[in-house]
């Protein structure tokens, strides 16, 4: 019997994994489930954002269905007792490097993307970002400098080896999806960069069948929004790929649309999530879109259990619920979360 540990958080978090969680119990009788917290809401009962018992859990499941993390009653707090450090450690300590994010247009959602809709119907790419290294795990400090300014730092950097790795993940993505790479860094000007496109360069030649491109983020940030039709699957680090990712999903619609796994090296544990966090302004008021949830969900039931039939049916009812009109009030609509849900549920027979 698969164990799934759920990981609600704060915020959104409980309400779109609730529904998240109903979706898999409908396609999936056969699922043993442990929920546990994290986060803010981990802070506040056990004292860590990560506590032990939750890290053994994640460790123990066949999967992670994680909601969101983080709320500005804790910004004051030190960083490693912020929400943000339980999904850092929890990608870290169980080796997630690579987050894949598909951005699709679905049928119907032309009128909530930010982009004309001849041009938003073109977008249909997976971005597979980095995910245990750059600026968010560098050394990181705050000081004074000699003139007694407060300084800040934050160490980017990466290994060839880390590169080597998800550099692989993007061509063999590639490879499954339109046969088109397109490499994102900024090695106009960082050494990090250059090392990155250096090796991404090395590891094309084991690939030729597959089309290599290069961008600068910033162009890249510009072309996704020009013409997201010319993108198959984009390769890029952690930073630019947390960015690029909540752009991309304007361009589809909503940022409740986008779904996300973040996979290790045997590319089958994962942990799934919205790429969206915790959404204080609309938390606990029910209109948190949850298909990004529902849509991580299916992911899972694909890459974590193997279920790839299970995970069709998943998205063709989110998508034929979108096709029927169903929105909540991110695309436009006025559904609740769980009326948004119960379109979803119908929809799976
Ligand atoms: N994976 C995670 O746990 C993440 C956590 N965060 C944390 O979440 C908190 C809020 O961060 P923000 O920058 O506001 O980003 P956010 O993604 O939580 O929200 C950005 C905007 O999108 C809207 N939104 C997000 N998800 C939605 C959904 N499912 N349906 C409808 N609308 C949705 C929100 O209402 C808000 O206006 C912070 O503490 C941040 O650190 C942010 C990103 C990822
Ligand atoms: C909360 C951050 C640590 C991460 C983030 O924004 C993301 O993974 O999308
Ligand atoms: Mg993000």
């Given at each position: 019997?698969?164990?799934?540990?759920?990981?609600?958080?704060?915020?959104?978090?409980?309400?779109?994994?609730?529904?998240?969680?109903?979706?898999?119990?409908?396609?999936?009788?056969?699922?043993?489930?442990?929920?546990?917290?994290?986060?803010?809401?981990?802070?506040?009962?056990?004292?860590?954002?990560?506590?032990?018992?939750?890290?053994?859990?994640?460790?123990?499941?066949?999967?992670?269905?994680?909601?969101?993390?983080?709320?500005?009653?804790?910004?004051?707090?030190?960083?490693?007792?912020?929400?943000?450090?339980?999904?850092?450690?929890?990608?870290?300590?169980?080796?997630?490097?690579?987050?894949?994010?598909?951005?699709?247009?679905?049928?119907?959602?032309?009128?909530?993307?930010?982009?004309?809709?001849?041009?938003?119907?073109?977008?249909?790419?997976?971005?597979?970002?980095?995910?245990?290294?750059?600026?968010?795990?560098?050394?990181?400090?705050?000081?004074?400098?000699?003139?007694?300014?407060?300084?800040?730092?934050?160490?980017?950097?990466?290994?060839?080896?880390?590169?080597r790795r998800i550099a692989r993940v993007?061509?063999?993505?590639?490879?499954?999806?339109?046969?088109?790479?397109?490499?994102?860094?900024?090695?106009?000007?960082?050494?990090?960069?250059?090392?990155?496109?250096?090796?991404?360069?090395?590891?094309?030649?084991?690939?030729?069948?597959?089309?290599?491109?290069?961008?600068?983020?910033?162009?890249?940030?510009?072309?996704?929004?020009?013409?997201?039709?010319?993108?198959?699957?984009?390769?890029?680090?952690?930073?630019?790929?947390?960015?690029?990712?909540?752009?991309?999903?304007?361009?589809?619609?909503?940022?409740?649309?986008?779904?996300?796994?973040?996979?290790?090296?045997?590319?089958?544990?994962?942990?799934?999530?919205?790429?969206?966090?915790?959404?204080?302004?609309?938390?606990?008021?029910?209109?948190?879109?949850?298909?990004?949830?529902i849509l991580s969900a299916a992911m899972?039931?694909?890459?974590?259990?193997?279920?790839?039939?299970?995970?069709?049916?998943?998205?063709?009812?989110?998508?034929?619920?979108?096709?029927?009109?169903?929105?909540?009030?991110?695309?436009?609509?006025?559904?609740?979360?769980?009326?948004?849900?119960?379109?979803?549920?119908?929809?799976?027979?």
């Amino acid at each position: 019997m698969p164990l799934i540990a759920i990981l609600p958080g704060d915020g959104i978090g409980p309400e779109v994994t609730a529904a998240a969680r109903r979706v898999l119990e409908a396609v999936a009788s056969d699922l043993e489930f442990a929920e546990a917290p994290v986060g803010g809401a981990a802070y506040e009962a056990k004292g860590h954002p990560l506590p032990e018992s939750t890290l053994d859990l994640a460790r123990k499941a066949d999967a992670i269905l994680f909601g969101a993390v983080g709320d500005f009653r804790f910004d004051t707090l030190e960083r490693a007792l912020r929400p943000e450090a339980a999904i850092l450690g929890l990608r870290k300590e169980l080796s997630l490097f690579a987050n894949l994010r598909p951005a699709v247009l679905f049928e119907g959602l032309e009128d909530a993307s930010a982009l004309r809709p001849e041009v938003a119907r073109s977008i249909d790419l997976m971005i597979v970002r980095e995910l245990n290294g750059d600026v968010y795990f560098g050394e990181k400090g705050r000081g004074t400098t000699a003139d007694g300014l407060r300084e800040g730092h934050d160490l980017m950097r990466y290994d060839e080896g880390e590169v080597r790795r998800i550099a692989r993940v993007g061509f063999e993505t590639a490879r499954a999806r339109n046969g088109k790479l397109c490499s994102v860094d900024k090695a106009n000007v960082l050494e990090t960069s250059q090392l990155w496109r250096d090796v991404v360069i090395e590891v094309a030649a084991d690939y030729p069948d597959i089309e290599l491109s290069h961008l600068y983020v910033d162009n890249a940030a510009m072309q996704l929004v020009r013409d997201p039709g010319q993108f198959d699957v984009i390769v890029t680090g952690n930073l630019f790929g947390d960015i690029l990712s909540d752009q991309a999903s304007m361009c589809a619609g909503s940022i409740g649309m986008l779904p996300s796994a973040a996979l290790g090296a045997d590319g089958k544990k994962g942990m799934f999530e919205p790429i969206h966090g915790s959404a204080p302004d609309i938390a606990g008021q029910g209109k948190a879109n949850p298909c990004a949830a529902i849509l991580s969900a299916a992911m899972l039931l694909r890459y974590s259990l193997g279920r790839g039939e299970a995970a069709d049916r998943v998205e063709q009812a989110v998508r034929g619920a979108i096709a029927d009109g169903a929105r909540t009030p991110d695309l436009g609509g006025s559904l609740s979360t769980d009326a948004m849900a119960e379109q979803v549920l119908e929809r799976l027979g």
